[in-house]
């Protein structure tokens, strides 16, 4: 056990002790370490927030009781993902710059709540999927500008104290029961209205008026 040891004196008579082990296991908090033929378990430090994996070559402090801290990770022989491991709540800040997250392949956030907070939230993306279960979006003002939109779902309703539309070109095409309820309806058209039916029927209660300067009916 005497190999790739390091003593760093201090201001006392006791010196921190500085060694190299192989991680031979990790089950939870405990590691098991190997250097030699000299086996032993470690912890991770407050500040060690890379998780080990098997087959590291890890950085250790050995205190005067011989509890063994893992320091730090100087070596990973493969290519294996990377772990942070934070052993109480954290924050990232950066109070006087900006903070970039950038990844070539796959970028995923999982957690039970999600909160962001921003004055201005800009996302850009070639293809966008959202698959949720339960949507409530609110605010003062929307704004949608697609050059295509497509909407399918099995119900549809919409409740608002005034609805504004306007299309250049407007087809609407229902299969079996197209019923409208107002109080007035007003209908205008610049140049034609054409109504095709089978069957056709027109009940007032009270007054009905036709008016036209020709009126062909038969």
């Known amino acids: 056990m005497a190999q790739n040891i390091l003593k760093l004196p201090t201001t006392n008579s006791h010196a921190l002790t500085l060694s190299q082990w192989d991680v031979v296991s990790v ?73 970039d997250i950038i990844a070539r392949d796959d970028a995923r956030v999982l957690a039970n709540k999600i909160t962001q907070i921003s004055h201005h939230w800009v996302v850009q993306s070639q293809q966008t999927i959202l698959d949720l279960l339960s949507v409530l979006a609110k605010g003062d003002k929307t704004k949608l500008v697609f050059k295509q939109i497509t909407t399918i779902s099995d119900l549809i309703n919409t409740s608002a104290k005034q609805s504004l539309q306007k299309f250049v070109t407007y087809i609407r095409k229902t299969d079996q029961l197209d019923q409208t309820e107002a109080g007035q309806v007003g209908i205008q058209a610049r140049s034609l209205y054409s109504v095709r039916s089978k069957h056709s029927m027109l009940i007032s209660e009270k007054d009905t008026k036709i008016d036209g300067e020709h009126i062909h009916m038969g």
């Open 27 to 99: 089950e939870g908090d405990i590691m098991t370490l190997r250097q030699g033929n000299d086996v032993a378990q470690a912890t991770l430090a407050f500040s060690c927030m890379v998780q080990p994996i098997p087959n590291d070559k890890v950085v250790c402090f050995c205190s005067e009781d011989e509890k063994i801290q893992i320091m730090a990770i100087a070596e990973r022989r493969d290519a294996q993902p990377i772990q942070y491991r934070f052993p109480t709540d954290a924050s990232i800040t950066s109070p006087n710059g900006s903070i």
